[in-house]
């Protein structure tokens, strides 16, 4: 009976270890899976002539998940392809008006993440020294564009329109 309990706790001990060790081995920058009523607007770099730059020629890309309808307007942004510790601003076009919002450096291998919940929407501190528009709350029904900009061009643009609904 002890040998048999003994030989069970050891089996489940390797299995939760190696449990850990297998789920922890996700690919760098790689998001978890989006839940369920989360919707996705793809990133893409364009050329002159308005074509999608794939990453295999060189261009970046990006997706972003969000919620749809909340309190907040959450969100996750993944973005690869570029250029490794250049500062990148996310610009966000609520409607009309245009917020930088956040500034992130690019990691060693050209990849940005931004995981946040806006109650707001206004301009971040890195906004250069123009004049920012008035913050808006997130109540009510908005058209989102997101917009990665490097040196005030767009690298990243959305290839389509966020919903939100805030309530």
Same mark, same amino acid.
């Given at each position: 009976?002890?040998?048999?309990?003994?030989?069970?706790?050891?089996?489940?001990?390797?299995?939760?270890?190696?449990?850990?060790?297998?789920?922890?081995?996700?690919?760098?920058?790689?998001?978890?899976?989006?839940?369920?009523?989360?919707?996705?607007?793809?990133?893409?770099?364009? *050329?002159? #002539?308005?074509? /999608?730059? @794939?990453?295999?020629?060189? =261009? +970046?890309?990006?997706?972003?998940?969000?919620?749809?309808? !909340?309190?907040?307007?959450?969100?996750?942004?993944?973005?690869?392809?570029?250029?490794?510790?250049?500062?990148?601003?996310?610009?966000?076009?609520?409607?009309?008006?245009?917020?930088?919002?956040?500034?992130?450096?690019?990691?060693?291998?050209?990849?940005?993440?931004?995981?946040?919940?806006?109650?707001?929407?206004?301009?971040?501190?890195?906004? *250069?020294? #123009?004049?920012? /528009?008035? @913050?808006?709350?997130?109540? =009510? +029904?908005?058209?989102?564009?997101?917009?990665?900009?490097? !040196?005030?061009?767009?690298?990243?643009?959305?290839?389509?329109?966020?919903?939100?609904?805030?309530?």
């Amino acid at each position: 009976m002890v040998v048999r309990l003994a030989r069970g706790a050891v089996t489940l001990g390797v299995t939760v270890v190696l449990g850990i060790v297998l789920y922890g081995l996700q690919p760098q920058g790689a998001p978890a899976p989006p839940p369920t009523g989360v919707q996705q607007v793809s990133l893409v770099q364009r *050329d002159r #002539a308005w074509q /999608p730059i @794939p990453l295999s020629r060189g =261009g +970046a890309a990006g997706s972003v998940w969000y919620d749809a309808d !909340g309190r907040a307007f959450a969100f996750q942004l993944r973005a690869a392809g570029l250029v490794p510790q250049a500062r990148y601003v996310l610009v966000l076009r609520v409607d009309s008006t245009e917020y930088a919002t956040a500034c992130r450096v690019a990691d060693a291998h050209g990849e940005i993440a931004i995981d946040t919940a806006l109650t707001t929407f206004a301009a971040g501190t890195c906004a *250069d020294d #123009a004049p920012a /528009p008035p @913050p808006q709350p997130v109540r =009510g +029904a908005y058209d989102i564009t997101f917009h990665i900009e490097c !040196g005030h061009a767009d690298i990243l643009l959305a290839d389509g329109l966020a919903h939100f609904t805030g309530r």
